[in-house]
């Protein structure tokens, strides 16, 4: 895979650390990395963004690229119409993408929310530029109550645009997961009807570089370059029967 998109089930659920490890994997194994962020919102000029973000966590040289900065905390259609700059579509997520997959082992694009975000008045999305790319979207979910539904959801948009699924990884796995969070491992790859990939821990983004980049590996399963072991964390987190 050249490029990957990732993509989520919602806002702030962990696609930048999912992003990050990815590329630390990648890193490790000799490839070449770019990471493509088509709208970044909610950012001031000057600060650091996501794609900054995946750099400062998984270290070594990747290439960054931001078609759009958006001050406000918006959808990126309605952050632009609202700053009045111009919208990013599909098609230029697509340009660019395959412009660095020219020059990159792995090129990774982040989306901004979910995955039917509108990037445009039209109704351009992310799923239209995964579209355009042919390329695998890894969608990346909460751990507890309520990622069922709108991991369900996701995957039904994809397969309804003829958009491939690379799997599902879950942003944050808790420390301390409650029942809901340890029967998702299981129901998760039902719902969503592709493999779960990865689990990420809650406090990844607080790693310094060289420990996030010694870690990643044991987060991602092998389809992502890593080590980890879907089925054995699963039966390892499975909650007992209930009790009498």
């Given at each position: 895979?050249?490029v990957?998109?990732?993509?989520?089930?919602?806002?702030?659920?962990?696609?930048t650390?999912?992003?990050?490890?990815?590329?630390?994997?990648?890193?490790?194994?000799?490839?070449?990395?770019a990471v493509?962020?088509?709208?970044q919102?909610?950012?001031?000029?000057?600060?650091?963004?996501?794609?900054?973000?995946?750099t400062?966590?998984?270290?070594?040289d990747?290439?960054?690229l931001?078609?759009?900065?958006?001050?406000?905390?918006?959808a990126?259609?309605?952050?632009?119409?609202?700053?009045?700059?111009a919208?990013?579509?599909?098609?230029?997520?697509?340009?660019?993408?395959?412009?660095?997959?020219?020059?990159?082992?792995?090129?990774?694009?982040?989306?901004?929310?979910?995955l039917?975000?509108?990037?445009?008045?039209?109704?351009?999305?992310?799923?239209?530029?995964?579209?355009?790319?042919?390329?695998?979207?890894?969608v990346?979910?909460?751990?507890?109550l309520?990622?069922?539904?709108?991991?369900?959801?996701?995957?039904?948009?994809?397969?309804?645009?003829?958009?491939?699924?690379?799997?599902?990884?879950?942003?944050?796995?808790?420390?301390?997961?409650?029942?809901?969070?340890?029967?998702?491992?299981?129901?998760?790859?039902?719902?969503?009807?592709?493999?779960?990939?990865?689990?990420?821990?809650?406090?990844?983004?607080?790693?310094?570089?060289?420990?996030f980049?010694?870690?990643?590996?044991?987060?991602?399963?092998?389809?992502?370059?890593?080590t980890?072991?879907?089925?054995?964390?699963?039966r390892?987190?499975?909650?007992?029967?209930?009790?009498?």
């Amino acid at each position: 895979m050249t490029v990957i998109v990732v993509s989520g089930t919602g806002t702030e659920i962990g696609k930048t650390v999912t992003t990050a490890a990815v590329a630390a994997v990648a890193l490790a194994a000799g490839r070449s990395v770019a990471v493509l962020k088509p709208a970044q919102t909610g950012v001031a000029p000057g600060e650091p963004g996501d794609a900054q973000e995946v750099t400062r966590l998984a270290g070594g040289d990747i290439t960054t690229l931001e078609l759009a900065r958006f001050p406000e905390p918006l959808a990126p259609n309605t952050a632009a119409r609202r700053a009045g700059m111009a919208m990013v579509r599909p098609h230029d997520v697509a340009d660019a993408a395959g412009k660095l997959a020219a020059e990159h082992d792995l090129v990774l694009v982040e989306g901004a929310g979910g995955l039917l975000v509108r990037l445009d008045d039209e109704g351009g999305t992310l799923a239209d530029a995964a579209r355009l790319l042919d390329a695998p979207v890894l969608v990346v979910a909460t751990a507890g109550l309520g990622t069922l539904n709108t991991t369900t959801l996701t995957a039904e948009a994809l397969r309804a645009r003829g958009v491939r699924q690379l799997g599902v990884t879950i942003g944050s796995w808790p420390t301390a997961p409650d029942l809901a969070s340890r029967c998702n491992l299981a129901d998760l790859p039902r719902e969503a009807d592709a493999p779960l990939l990865g689990a990420i821990p809650e406090n990844a983004a607080a790693l310094d570089t060289p420990d996030f980049r010694a870690a990643a590996g044991s987060w991602l399963a092998p389809v992502l370059g890593g080590t980890w072991d879907a089925e054995a964390f699963t039966r390892g987190q499975a909650p007992g029967p209930v009790g009498r």
